[in-house]
């Protein structure tokens, strides 16, 4: 029905749909994953770079491997939510994704993997960035459905359906503390005493290995940290299909 819309009434809508509480533990999560993502995005050319020694064409094979990565993530996905729940996949997809992510680095730093000039090493490097990615790609997805399913329990409450305000709040905060991720990878470079404008050859291995030693604990601790606010997170299956049910009724 027609109503009449003003900017307190807007705010207060706002505020009363985004007080959810299973919505504020995925957008706390968002804000940590969105740092993390961008320690980890704005890493990611000096590693290949400078800490594993990949040529320009090694590299861009590595983010080829993208594209296989989104076939695993998008044929894992449903199969995880079939099998164990979108709560509970997305925590467990989550731990081995983001716990797997540094995996090489600190192999590395704790002079495991034979040298960097070795096919191995590539290849290493490759498959498992390929096999994260998908794992991430399937969280992402689990993620988002988890968000999908506020909207229905949101509607029990309030009456209304505001797809379009949780969505917005998801992604506005995703975009706003990106930046700040960024800002920490640069603090670790700074920490790591990493010489500007440098060759790979101008690099020592000190600052190499100072470099993945800030970098490894800093991205697991959020990560973890984003994994730990996830479990707070209340619906899961048996209430969403509940709640349709109550929808239908209403109807």
Known sequence: PARRMTLKRVF?????TLSNRSFIALFIAAMVGAVASGVSSGMSLYFFTYFWGFTESQTSLIFIGTFVAAVIGLTLAPYVSRKIGKKRG??????IAFGGAPLPILLRLLDLLPPNDTQFIFWFVTITNVIDVGLIICFQILFASMLADLVEASELKTGRRSEGVFTSAETF???SVQGFGVMAATMVLTLAEFPTGATVDEVSADTLWRMGAYYVPLVLALWLTMIAVISTYR???DTHEA?????????
């Open 12 to 16: 207060g809508e706002i505020f009363e």
């Open 235 to 237: 619906i899961d299956r």
């Open 90 to 95: 997305a925590m467990i997809v989550g731990l």
């Open 173 to 175: 905060i995703k975009k």
């Open 243 to 251: 709640n349709l049910r109550q929808l239908q009724e209403q109807e």
